[in-house]
């Protein structure tokens, strides 16, 4: 058995080699070192927190935010063994094939390979994240039969598809990568998971074209001094999420002085996320109570845990140039008495029986438009240990807003052509959209990948262009995101790099 | 002979009752104080709730021009007219609510007379 090791143990100056440096705990480089487990090279995963959460730790990731209201850099992401799936909510759809599209309404969209590129993957890193057997919309509405009707809804542009969830014990939250596979990292024999291990610099050689080394530090202790260690690595996959991964190529800039991979200046650019707006539109069922998986998570006699949403068909996509989004219903409401005199005429004027109907609210999350100027940029501020921080410039425009309305207006003629229910629109002016806005904390597109290196950092292996032996895992490499959750596809994605790491490595 | 007689003379007081009842009340219909629009306004059941509703419609234009407009879109009945709409995607928002365009003019004209 291999073990964990914690950084802060070993003398400073302590060089370490290995084939394979994954940096980064987080799902990305769990699922990597485990589909690289009981091969034959030698891997080193390091990890800048430990097991359990740190504020110490944590606040490396403080930073500073402009523009759109956002939430603080430290408070979206965790920085320990797990990373970001210690706190997520464990909502799981696999991206829609639209969604891998170039649309040419939509600028800078497009990945360099359609789904059927991660169709092999999907079944693993659904098994990795424990969602369940494979259900989504491929048989959701026969596995949730008899639970309740859905909502008919006739031809149109939006139909009810299904996330399912990351498997929940009692009280405990989905699957955290950290906890539930640090006994498989441990077990691995080729496998050294090196704990408290901040990468501060990632080495060029002279020539730029391949990694020499790392630099990695640890926080210093009461008593105990940080210490200082390198690994010369055969190749190296950063692995440290959305924003991490920009924050150390741009950090790494001594031999590239614009940063690793930045040489036509897109690394940190084109970041998102999936912004959450809540309430903001009121469905009403004629027919009375919606069935429970709508509003809720529901376990279906299979074990999959699952819940109903809205989302616009590709066809409506690209004939009303429409982003991804996914509708959900929130609460129940009341409504007030324009409300009810809404659905009192309407209803009578239809030849509906409504006397039973119920109002809810709707929530959304949403797919932005690729945006070169959303983007991640160092600041002067150093960290603990002495890394530049980050400054995120945030930004939605009008028109990721004026997208989503259309889907949430077609909703509604559908429900009215299947005589089925209703729909206000609670959202009129930007300021109404951003009253009651969250965010998934899903980091995106800041090393986005493509075939030509002046589009993308990476290409579509995730090798970073220019240099032979640097790759990166994750969602950052996302060059459009789709509303869909991103950890299954990036765990799925990460999978493909694992393949194409086997033949890189041999 | 008088029994009938009695029977047949409770059954008219009766309708004579209930008549008055629809007529002068609004116990089994609503009534309203007549407009140069009743022909357009009685495809409303509720005209109450439909003004309550139209007086968020902004830009209905005056209620005779609402109204003419109205008997031609409404010529071959409420309920087809307004599914062809929504078919046809041709729905505005009342204060938010997504509904048929003639629905929304026609609890405008009530909520204007």
């Not at chain 1, 999907?122 to 491929?138: C, H, K, M, N, T």
């Not at chain 1, 149109?156 to 498989?184: C, N």
């Amino acid at each position: 058995m291999s073990a964990a090791i914690d950084a802060r143990t070993l003398p400073t100056g302590t060089a370490l080699s290995c084939d394979l440096a994954i940096i980064g705990g987080g799902p990305a480089g769990i699922a990597l070192a485990l589909a690289l487990a009981g091969r034959k090279w030698n891997i080193l995963l390091l990890e800048s927190g430990g097991m359990d959460f740190d504020s110490t730790v944590q606040h490396l990731y403080a930073g500073r935010e402009s523009g759109t209201r956002y939430a603080a850099l430290d408070a979206g992401r965790l920085r320990y063994l797990g990373g970001s799936t210690n706190h997520w909510g464990g909502w799981c759809r696999p991206m829609d094939e639209l969604d891998f599209a170039a649309q040419d309404w939509l600028p800078h969209s497009g990945w360099p390979f359609g789904r059927a590129a991660l169709e092999p993957y999907f079944a693993r890193a659904q098994a990795l994240v424990e969602a369940g057997p494979w259900i989504y919309d491929s048989k959701g509405d026969v596995e949730s039969a008899d639970k309740g009707a859905m909502l008919p809804l006739k031809d149109g542009g939006v139909y009810t598809s299904w996330f399912q969830f990351s498997k929940t014990r009692g009280d405990v939250l989905p699957t955290q990568f950290g906890h539930r596979y640090a006994d498989d990292l441990r077990r691995a024999a080729n496998l050294k998971l090196l704990l408290n291990a901040n990468v501060t610099a990632i080495r060029l050689a002279k020539n730029g074209t391949g990694v020499d080394r790392l630099d990695v530090a640890t926080l210093p202790r009461p008593g105990a001094p940080g210490k200082h260690l390198t690994v010369t690595p055969r190749h190296v996959v950063l692995a440290c999420g959305g924003m991490e991964n920009a924050r150390l190529l741009l950090a790494s800039n001594d031999v590239m002085t614009t940063g690793i991979g930045n040489q036509n200046d897109l690394v940190g650019r084109y970041f998102a996320d999936n912004p959450i707006p809540r309430d903001v539109a009121t469905l009403v069922s004629f027919a009375g109570p919606l069935a429970p998986f709508y509003g809720s998570n529901q376990v279906m006699d299979d074990g999959a845990i699952m819940r109903a949403t809205f989302a616009p068909k590709a066809v409506f996509r690209t004939a009303h140039h429409v982003t991804g989004s996914l509708s959900t219903v929130e609460q129940p409401v009341d409504l007030d008495q324009t409300g009810k005199a809404a659905v009192i005429t309407t209803a009578i004027a239809l030849g509906i029986d409504a006397s039973n109907a119920r109002a809810y609210s709707l929530g959304c999350g949403m797919e932005l438009a690729p945006d070169p100027d959303r983007r991640l940029t160092l600041t002067q501020d150093k960290d603990a240990l002495g890394m530049p921080r980050l400054k995120l410039a945030m930004h939605i425009a009008d028109a990721d807003f004026a997208r989503f309305r259309r889907t949430l207006v077609e909703l509604g003629r559908q429900l009215l052509v299947s005589r089925a229910g209703m729909l206000r629109i609670n959202c009129h002016s930007r300021a109404d959209w951003l009253a009651n806005m969250d965010w998934g904390h899903h980091h995106l597109g800041t090393t986005r990948m493509s075939a030509d290196p002046r589009t993308g950092v990476t290409d579509p292996d995730g090798k970073v262009h220019g240099v032979g032996n640097l790759h990166i895992a994750g969602s950052s490499l996302f060059p459009s995101y789709s509303a869909s959750n991103p950890t299954l596809n990036l765990v799925a994605l990460t999978l493909r790099l694992a393949d194409h790491l086997k033949t890189v490595l041999a | 002979m008088r029994r009938r007689s009695l029977l047949a003379g409770v059954a008219a007081a009766g309708a004579a009752v209930a008549a008055g009842l629809y007529r002068f009340t609004d116990l089994i219909v609503k009534h309203y104080p007549p407009t140069p629009y009743d022909d357009v306004l009685a495809r409303l059941v509720d005209r109450e709730e439909a003004a309550r509703l139209g007086a968020h419609v902004t830009d209905a234009g005056a209620p005779r021009l609402l109204a003419a407009r109205l008997r031609k879109t409404l010529a071959g009945g409420l309920r087809p007219a307004l599914e062809a709409e929504t078919r046809a995607g041709r729905l505005v928002e009342v204060d938010g609510w997504l509904l048929p365009q003639s629905l929304a003019l026609l609890a405008a004209l009530a909520a204007r007379t």
